[in-house]
């Protein structure tokens, strides 16, 4: 037991006291936080759009017309509207990036509007960043949608002043129930979880993938080394010759890269939480997801120091392996973001799935009925990668 | 029942037969020395013994137990020093111990006063809470035997344990393996230095290419031999046509050369040292000093090989 303890300690003094250690462990992780979050982290999905409005309608009189429309669009946080003359100065300005889109309300808007008819507004939006056009596009619909639904109820009150549902066999509120269904047939309800998930800010994103990062990048190296370093330095031997076997050994250094990936991820956590307000949802599962993303990073460093030689050839590959899958497993950006042939690297590394499953409790508060199967087909990938790693370290160490 | 017991131990590397039919017992509080040269199989044979490798023939016991099968008993009773210092260098003198202590599961507040007594009795309590990577090498050598007595085994398996050491550091190690002798305990070193083996052990065994090829005390091992006095002859300078004259003298027994000094083993010192300067003088040699003494165990395994121990 004491030389369980012994090893373990001993592992964390050697993170601790070895500055280039502690770079990667603690300083590295904070940097890409705060890197990234400052860069990119007050870009929720929901952003203040300017627009370009073109008043090209002279039949406003009434209580409805383009300028009311504007005016309100106006009153929301999501729009900034500024008023344009002329179309080539607006188009110029939108392919400048000076404004994300432009409306033009067409001659006859107002009177459409208040006679009953379809009004028409015409858009434009600039492609050139698809994710913003998508945001722009998505955006102005739901408040046109919503401005039409406030229109819609005015006319059907208008209506119900004046026509006696009585004739139709109708009561009052079956009558205005009929009147709705002809005015919108379907009514599409969004659900708040869906409402949670688009206003996800890339910071609130990243945070599980650098707690990925973590696993792929520090744990792997500390995995790979924790055993080549003993073997180098000739302590692995010593340990053997005293009657510290070598599953002692192994759960010691277990124990070591554990309690640094915890500190990792406990400094990720609290910094996006205290310098981003990154509020993320808790819950006891994410505990054992946590525990197989080490156990994965811990059975493939057993794999790699079991092959190599040395500390150097050790880290190497490691480091190699961190590199190349970084790109690949959903840190930096959505593995969707990648061409097909690609995403399939992520989707053979474990680390992919443990880090989505973190993302989908964490953000979007997946269910988990949802969650707990692919949490067990990962976990099958897994616990063979752990095994082979550990029968490795196991024939290894009969050669010390 | 021997506290180690080898029978007719072989292992071979490759080609290479680095211990070779070896068969020996090491009595219960005695000094026991494997003396020879390097890649006389000293620490394969000892790796043997602290169950670091499986012999290919014959067997080997501790205490009456299987090396190959009571590991885990073995390594309880085992205090060892390897040959490299092996230890964290990110780690002070006292964590090291501390780890060590560990390692053989000592209660923590015996651990605490072994610590510093083995600290203080290896010269080190002043520097026990320096990092050792700012130790000098003989310092990390005290430690590194250190670390074999913490846990006060029954037997200390040392290999080579004082190489490097300045001659005072030497001499307190080699008062700390008497003192555990003299606790009725048992002691297995390896050496190359003869005077160690001499000095120190209680019985010494002569080991070349895998071999043992004498085994008996230091007094018996010079028994063996019929010269009963060595000539040193220290010079200024030493012409090779001198060494070449000088080794004519004895047709039984190979001279000894180290740098500027000649060693000359012979029967009848009182006829044949006027002779030795004589011969000397004439072949070109500046004689500083000219002295008789007793036989070595280098000596003696000259005699017996050929050969000196620092190998030629
Ligand atoms: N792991 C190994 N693989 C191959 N050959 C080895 C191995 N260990 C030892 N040998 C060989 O076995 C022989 C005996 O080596 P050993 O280390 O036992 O000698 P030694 O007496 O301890 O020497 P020294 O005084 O230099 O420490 C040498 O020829 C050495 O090259
Ligand atoms: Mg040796």
New interface residues.
Partial sequence: ???I??IF??HL??TY??PGELFWLLAWPLLITILFGYIFGGQSFQFNLKVAAINLDQTGSSAMNATLFIQSMNGTDMFTVYEYENLTRAIQDLKDGKVDLITIFPEGFSSNLTSGKTSRIITYIDYANPQRAEVARATLQGFVQAFSEEIQRQSIAYIMQYVNPASFNMSQGEFEAYMWGFAKPINLTESTEQIKSREVSYIEWMVPGIIGMNFLWYGLIDAATAISSERE???F?????????PWSVLFGKALGIITNLLVSTCLVVAVSYAVFSVELSWHPIIALVWFLAALNSIGIGLIISSVTKSVRAASGIASTIAAIFQFFIGIYFPREFLPTALQVFGDIFPLTHTTEILRAIMIRETPLTQIIPYLLQTAAAIIPIFLVGVILYKMAAKR? | MYPIEVQNVTKRFGEIVAVNNVSFNVRKGEIFSLLGPNGAGKTTLVNII???LNPDGGTCKVFGMDVTKKQ?EI??L?G?C?Q?I???D??SAR?NL?????????PSKEAKTRIEEMLSLVGLSSRADDKIRTYSGGMKRRLNIAAAFLHDPQILILDEPTTGLDPSSRRAIWDLITTFKEEGKTVLMSTHYMDEAESLSNRVAIMDQGKIIALDTPKKLKKMLEEKSAIQLECRKLTKKAVEELSKISTTHKVAVKENLIRIVVKDVDETLPKAIEIALKNGAWIEKAIVLEPTLEDVFIKLTGKTLEGE
């Fill in positions: 037991m004491k030389g303890k012994g300690i001993v003094k050697a006291r070895s330095r000739g302590t031997r010593r340990i053997l010759i005293s009657p510290v076997g010390p | 602290t169950c670091q885990k390594k309880r085992i060892f390897p490299e092996v230890l964290y990110f780690l964590e501390k780890f060590f202590a560990d390692l053989y599961n000592l």
